[in-house]
């Protein structure tokens, strides 16, 4: 200090040189972040998705609120994938012309017992209600009901291994995104086969969607037909989030 | 990066401009404010709501037959890259400012500047324009101090916490801050209503530096020094 109570020059360059070698160091953090692709803002997004897997609890679980909660919920995106004329589109208006009965949902990758699950086999699992709020990245929120199965139950069913890493999932509109091993093993994250006490509606996801409360609504993906269990990060190709200029992890 | 904050927070905006209170709010609950910021308004881009069986009349659902204009792929990912550009200088800020007692000091109102007539004197003077000569620093103005330290203590920490209490990820951590700020969209509402508090700051303090003259007062901001 050269004069009372005067911050000096100095100083706010020793904070700020501390403040750089601590960013660097924590960008080291070890875990594996996604690529950058050389962006600014993925740099910022995985920034982000580091500060918030340091500094919130793993197990904290989203708010959850009472049946008498539930709003108005629009559906948006995709709200019917048996539009178009792509082979996925085909495969789904198959499936729902036969009520879901010949749909299975696919789970494969680094697993011991790759496999494909009904719709009942599914509901044979144990099952979880939640009743959450979805926050749209548009900034619109909703509160809806959910019933499912928690994602953890279908990776112990199909015998995940312990190299497992990210949860990679793929819908019938096309999306293709993924998590992490925190959040696919929370308890709150669950593929869910019923919403507000029904069967999903179509346009809500139906027949199965997941839900991952603790981000944005995005990757609470819909129409899901796949889940691959992988022990590297995959970006899912064109159809990938990240790849339309998305964050991966988006819990902000 | 308060610019960059201020226009990737305006795109974001954009893309639905309307504003609630409460935990939820969207295009099918009445809104508390909306603006009529082209091209997502009016949002009236639905089908006919349909209640959800066996819920209440008012859980329905209905589904959008538009997609909205969208550049919130980027607009939110450089709002929160410029977020963090300023939170960890600001962080830097506060813990230097708190240790030298520049706040202590300088920024705080002192008894003697909140006494009836100093601030009756300042009103007047302000009032008239008149304004006192650049010092290119402190000591402060009375008025001065409130606005500084309403920025400091206040708008900005409202703000960051508020942006924080729309992240999921954080309210699942940290659920006080939907008790703080009654809801999710409660939050989105203050958070809109501090950018506006601050934008209003920044222009006054645009208009007084330069009233109080111009050079002095940059010179002070930037190397510290009067001449």
Same mark, same amino acid.
């Given at each position: ?44 997004? =995985? ?5 918030? $897997?340091?500094?919130?609890?793993? =197990? ?32 789904? $208006?198959?499936? $729902? ?98 919403? =507000? ?52 992890? =988006?819990?902000? | ?227």
């Amino acid at each position: 200090m050269n004069q009372r109570g005067r911050i000096s020059r100095r100083q706010v360059i020793a904070a700020g040189l501390t403040l750089a070698g601590g960013a660097a160091a924590y960008l080291r953090w070890p875990g594996t972040l996604p690529p950058t692709y050389g962006n600014l803002l993925r740099m910022g997004d =995985n920034l982000t998705y580091a500060a918030h $897997r340091v500094l919130f609890s793993r =197990n904290a679980l989203a708010r959850e609120y009472s049946v008498a909660d539930v709003t108005p919920f629009p559906a948006t995106g995709t709200y019917d994938p048996g539009l178009g004329d792509t082979p996925l589109a085909e495969t789904y $208006r198959r499936l $729902r012309a036969a009520e879901f009965a010949d749909w299975r949902l696919v789970v494969e990758g680094r697993v011991a017992r790759p496999q494909a699950f009904s719709l009942a086999d599914l509901k044979r699992l144990p099952s979880r209600t939640q009743v959450t709020r979805h926050t749209c990245e548009e900034g619109w929120s909703a509160i809806g009901q959910w019933t499912g199965v928690p994602l953890r139950a279908v990776l112990e069913a199909a015998g995940i291994l312990s190299t497992a890493r990210f949860v990679k999932y793929s819908a019938y509109d096309g999306w293709v995104d993924s998590i992490d091993m925190v959040d696919a093993l929370h308890p709150q994250t669950i593929l869910a086969y019923g919403m =507000n006490g029904r069967d999903l509606p179509i346009p809500h996801g139906g027949p199965l969607r997941i839900r991952v409360e603790r981000q944005i609504g995005y990757k609470s993906m819909k129409f899901l037909a796949r889940l691959e269990v992988t022990d590297t990060w995959d970006d899912g190709g064109d159809a990938g989030h990240i790849r339309s200029g998305w964050a991966w992890y =988006n819990g902000a | 990066m308060a610019l960059t904050l201020a226009v990737s927070g305006f795109l974001i905006l954009r893309v639905h401009p309307r504003l609630y209170w409460g935990e939820t709010g969207n295009d099918l609950t009445p809104a508390l404010i909306e603006f009529p910021i082209a091209p997502n308004y009016p949002s009236d881009s639905y089908t006919e709501p349909a209640r959800f069986a066996g819920m209440p009349a008012s859980a329905v659902t209905a589904t959008r037959t538009r997609e909205p204009w969208n550049q919130n792929g980027w607009a939110r990912s450089l709002h929160f890259l410029a977020a963090w550009l300023l939170i960890l200088p600001g962080l830097m800020y506060l813990t230097l400012g708190l240790s030298a007692g520049h706040f202590r000091r300088h920024l705080v109102p002192r008894s003697t500047d909140l006494a009836g007539p100093v601030l009756k004197r300042e009103l007047i003077d302000h009032l008239r324009f008149r304004i006192a000569p650049a010092t290119g620093g402190p000591a402060y103005g009375a008025f001065q101090k409130i606005a500084y330290s309403g920025v400091v203590f206040l708008v900005v920490p409202v703000i960051i916490l508020s942006g924080l209490t729309m992240a999921p990820a954080a309210t699942a951590a940290w659920p006080w801050l939907l008790d703080l700020f009654g809801g999710h969209q409660s939050a989105r509402t203050i958070h809109f209503f501090g950018f506006v508090g601050l934008v209003g700051f920044v222009a006054v303090h645009v208009v007084m530096v330069v009233l109080s003259g111009f050079g002095t007062q940059l010179r002070g901001m930037t190397i510290g020094r009067k001449e």
